[in-house]
């Protein structure tokens, strides 16, 4: 009878989604939900004569991540996504609060699931 052999298994890998693939995330289950939406570029160009990224003029400063419109009505979207211990800048902040104001739905989504929950929680 044949003797029953261990595996050697690597430990699981526990850590948290990126920015990115939260981002990811979002995009795919908004776009499952009726919305046109997409990744907004908000870095800055590359100056050769620094060496560093500065402010694009076109840009505003603020906006969030995930940008997009609700397909059934036209209702704005933003949402800002954090990672591990980043904070909403004041601007960011703003943008957010705007929108709100304006009757848009605005969101912070530190992950996928909070996201999920926090969408679902208001209805939509």
Known sequence: MPVATRHQQAPLELTPPTAGETTSAILAYLTLQGFAVWRQNTSGIYDQKTGRYRFNPQGRRGVPDIIG????????????VKAGRDQLCPEQKQFLDELKAAGGLAFVAHSFAQFQQSFEGRGL
């Open 69 to 80: 419109f609700r397909k059934r009505d036209g209702v704005f979207i933003g949402v800002e």
